[in-house]
């Protein structure tokens, strides 16, 4: 079974200053990562994936993410956060393996606060 | 026109009633799939459909049914709904994807259910 865990509920950050938005992963073969963001009354939107290459993987709206293969993490970043940043961000992964079934297992989310 | 669009937006019912959550894309998917969301639980798999005769459980099936009328038409039914149900409805869709080429999944608005 392939699960996510986004530790934090909540992650506060004032604008300009680094942000970084957790996420850990379990799953049999190779993994592809995802990150959504949800706006309010909105559905989830696309923002980077991996899926295999290089670690750091660049996104919309000036996005990133950290593969770490030996401690199974693909944490979310952005140099300098924006107030318009704040959205609640969702972690999902899913099996790379041929005949895994494309069917993507979602983290808790975690939702980003950027103050001014 | 989005490509996912849930029908209706929002959506007040009584307990005891059957009530339908619509959801048509254009995106051309095979595979579509019914979420809810609710409050630190993040998103958990209703049912899911890889082609129109295929239809499965996900994790929290109890109290819902699917109908699949055509490769581009996915609803959700609650039988009789009950005040638990009360939630944001997501229907998203994709492609087999096997080499991860896409951006995982395409979400609709959302429908959010209340019943009273």
């Known amino acids: 079974a392939q699960s996510v865990a986004q530790p934090e509920d909540q992650v506060n950050v004032a604008e300009g200053n680094p942000l970084t938005v957790k996420c850990t992963y379990s799953?049999?073969?190779?993994?592809?990562l995802f990150w959504y963001v949800q706006y309010p009354n909105r559905g989830l939107q696309f923002l980077l994936k991996y899926i295999t290459g290089d670690n750091l993987v660049k996104g919309s709206y000036g996005f990133e993410a950290e593969f770490n293969k030996s401690q199974t993490s693909f944490h979310l970043k952005k140099p300098s956060a924006l107030v318009s940043d704040s959205a609640l961000y969702f972690c999902a992964v899913r099996d790379g393996r041929t005949g895994g079934g494309n069917k993507l297992t979602f983290g808790t989310g975690t939702q980003l606060k950027v103050e001014l | 026109d989005a490509d996912v669009t849930q029908t209706p937006r929002n959506r007040i019912t009584k307990t005891g009633k059957r009530i339908m959550l619509e959801c048509s894309q254009t995106?051309?998917?095979?595979?579509m799939y019914w979420y809810r969301q609710d409050p630190g639980l993040g998103l958990r798999l209703i049912y899911y459909?890889?082609?129109?005769?295929?239809?499965n459980k996900g994790e929290i099936s109890d109290g819902y049914s699917v109908s699949r009328q055509a490769q581009a038409k996915f609803s959700l039914s609650l039988e009789s709904a009950i005040p638990n149900q009360t939630a944001l409805y997501f229907c998203?869709?994709?492609?087999?994807?096997?080499?991860?080429?896409?951006?995982?999944?395409?979400f609709g608005s959302g429908t959010r259910l209340t019943v009273v």
């Open positions: 459909s890889f082609d129109v005769k295929d239809i």
């Open positions: 799953v049999s073969g190779n993994p592809y």
């Open positions: 995106k051309g998917h095979d595979r």
């Open positions: 998203a869709t994709s492609d087999p994807d096997p080499q991860g080429t896409s951006r995982g999944y395409t």
